[in-house]
């Protein structure tokens, strides 16, 4: 499987990035048919380079690289991560960007309320922020 799943991504030498070079889903994850069913790429290769998945957890990359297969920049998160992920990511729909997030954290004495105002998210999403439950991976 190593040997299939590296014949069909190209290495970036500058993000380090594997990426997949043969089918796409519409959002941009590899794909292809195994064993009678569609297989999305990271997934296989994260059980295939690093072990089982978790029941219950998503494969998320740190490298916001939805064709990335590098078993290096995937890791197993739970639905908390993987939203964390959108926000820190600046996915559509979702309104914070990794330098704002780091703002935030600098301005953690300010009330909750004001900068969830001014940045135009929930307050309990500034809380996450600063208790560190929401983390900027990079």
Known sequence: MKYYLLTRC???PITGCWNWTKSLTKK????FG???KVVKAHRL?????VGPIPENLF???TCNNRA???????YAGNVQDNAND????GRPNLKLSKEQVAEIRIRSTESQHQLATEYGVAQSTIGKILNGKLRVRG
């Open 28 to 31: 941009g994850y590899g794909q």
């Open 45 to 49: 290769s994260f059980i295939t380079f």
């Open 59 to 61: 494969i998320c990359h």
């Open 34 to 36: 195994y064993k009678g």
């Open 10 to 12: 190209k290495q970036d």
């Open 68 to 74: 990335c297969i590098n078993p290096a920049h995937l």
């Open 86 to 89: 959108r926000v820190i990511f």
